[in-house]
């Protein structure tokens, strides 16, 4: 499982935990009286839109971050490695002068 996954399911369970918490609170209003159950469905219901697009938004949140690392990285290694590059050509460019001057 990557790191963005990880992400996504800490998120998914906190939402679950939030839905059951709902449930159980809005059971026991229904219980004492203070709502009816049609009541009780339509608070559900906007709880769980809004808890979708929570979910939604902190999806959304974690791609882009990981987006940023990613394209952070790649740029800094890709940096490396032409720097690399460079320096292994400019001791090439010596060694064959070292060569010829030997000749």
């Given amino acids: 499982m990557d790191m963005f996954e990880r ?12 839905k059951e918490k709902a449930e ?4 026991e209003m229904v219980e ?3 709502i009816n159950r049609e009541e009780a469905k339509k608070t559900m219901e906007n709880i769980i839109k809004k808890g979708e697009e929570q979910r ?20 800094s290694h890709k940096t490396k490695i032409a720097d690399l590059e460079a320096r292994v050509k400019d001791l090439e460019e010596k060694l064959n002068q070292q060569n010829n001057a030997e000749q």
């Avoid at 939604?56 to 790649?74: A, G, I, T």
């Fill in 7 to 18: 992400f996504i399911n800490l998120g998914l369970g906190a939402f679950s935990i939030t």
């Fill in 24 to 27: 159980k609170i809005i059971d």
């Fill in 32 to 34: 004492r009286g203070e």
């Fill in 56 to 75: 939604d938004q902190f999806r959304s949140m974690v791609r882009e971050e990981m987006e940023k690392y990613k394209n952070e990285h790649v740029s």
